[in-house]
């Protein structure tokens, strides 16, 4: 089973970067896809991106392509979230996400990930 624990959240200034991480425990050497969301309060957990742990594709929601980086180290069963160029419409709680199952179809959606992180807050500041 799948522990997930993310790191690395905080304030920034519109137009700066921050990295955030999960340690990921448990099977991780089984894993299919992890991923990014994000959610504000009353709003639905919408999806950043996504990465096929094995195989490195990578997906990006429009609103970060060019600015987020998601990329993951093996070695160290951690996911990364490097975001630069960050808005203060990228404020949000930022969860890592992983599955066990091949469903590529699925990788964008929360209804795709069966094991989540504790989240971590964004708060960038215009």
Do not use: H
Request: net charge positive; proline share 2%; aromatic share 14%.
């Amino acid at each position: 089973q799948a522990q997930l624990v993310e790191s690395g959240g905080g304030l920034v200034q519109a137009g700066g970067s921050l990295r955030l991480s999960c340690a990921a425990s448990g099977r991780t050497f089984s894993y299919y896809y992890m991923g990014w969301f994000r959610q504000l309060p009353g709003k639905e957990r919408e999806f950043v991106a996504g990465i096929s742990w094995s195989g490195g594709s990578t997906y990006y929601a429009d609103s970060v392509k060019g600015r987020f980086t998601i990329s993951g180290d093996n070695a160290k069963n951690t996911l990364y979230l490097q975001m630069n160029s960050l808005k203060p419409e990228d404020t949000a709680v930022y969860y890592c996400a992983a599955t066990y199952r091949n469903r590529p179809e699925l990788v964008t959606q929360t209804k795709g990930y069966g094991y989540w992180g504790q989240g971590s807050q964004v708060t960038v500041s215009s």
